[in-house]
């Protein structure tokens, strides 16, 4: 029973990076990655885990977008587009650049997009219903 379990977190596992991994499809350069494991604690407790890795700065920059800024140095061109919306999990080609970085001219700060939030939340759902599938067939067995 706990194999079916182990294996359905896995692949849930698997589904919560390839999501993230829509998210920075057009980022360019310092890219955060991300890895998922499953460990089991006692005889009847799985514990999933995904973290983050990779590049330093990719990881800020996801935590910044993630988690939303209250103010930001960077002044950008006027036709500037985000490449990311809110609580939306894909990526886009987005538009215009940084012009520069000054302390002295405080900005609005980054919207915050809930990746993770909305990530979680989606496939939960999902590893709950898998869950259920599993130990559904262990009890019929069973009988």
Wanted: glycine share 6%; proline share 3%; hydrophobic share 35%.
């Amino acid at each position: 029973m706990l194999d079916g379990a182990k294996k359905a977190m896995l692949s849930v596992g698997t589904q919560h990076v390839t999501q993230r991994e829509k998210v920075i499809a057009t980022w360019n350069n310092e890219t955060p990655s991300w890895l998922r494991q499953v460990d089991q604690d006692g005889p009847f407790k799985l514990h999933m885990f995904v973290f983050m890795t990779g590049h330093a700065f990719g990881m800020k920059k996801w935590y910044w977008l993630d988690q939303g800024t209250k103010i930001r140095f960077a002044t950008m061109t006027k036709n500037f587009k985000a490449k990311t919306r809110p609580r939306i999990i894909s990526s886009t080609a987005g538009r215009g650049h940084r012009v520069y970085v000054s302390r002295r001219r405080p900005r609005k700060g980054i919207e915050k997009r809930e990746f993770d939030l909305t990530v979680n939340e989606r496939l939960t759902k999902r590893l709950d219903g898998r869950i259920d599938t599993v130990l559904k067939r262990a009890l019929k067995r069973k009988r």
